[in-house]
Nanobody, 117 residues
């Protein structure tokens, strides 16, 4: 069955960088677009942060991260990444990956990102 394992989170000072990874299994990764979402503290809903097409030729970003985050993928490794630069305190959240369209009813454990001084 579908499994998405996020990793790479941690604590970073404002202006710093992190690279998140999402290892996928249980489905044909190269056939799916992929996404990163985040859920900020105290927020009920997850925010869609970035998407990438199945072959990696197209990407989209939330306005809040545009120009700072990128979403590369490696289909040979069944992995999608989120490269986060110029991090801000408001980027603090639990980050999750999912497919596009999203696998209904499934979320991985996420990875916590904390941006503070």
């Amino acid at each position: 069955q579908v499994q998405l394992v996020e990793s790479g989170g941690g604590w970073v000072q404002p202006g710093g960088s992190l690279r998140l990874s999402c290892a996928a299994s249980g489905f044909t990764f190269s056939n799916y677009g992929m996404t990163w979402y985040r859920q900020a503290p105290g927020r009920k809903e997850r925010e869609l942060v970035a998407t990438i097409t199945s072959a990696g030729g197209g990407t989209n970003y939330a306005d809040s991260v545009k120009g700072r985050f990128t979403i590369p993928r490696d289909n040979a490794k069944n992995t999608v990444y989120l490269q986060m630069n110029s991090l801000k305190p408001e980027d603090t959240a639990v980050y999750y990956c999912n497919a596009l369209p999203r696998f209904r009813g499934y979320w991985g454990q996420g990875t916590q990102v904390t941006v503070s001084s």
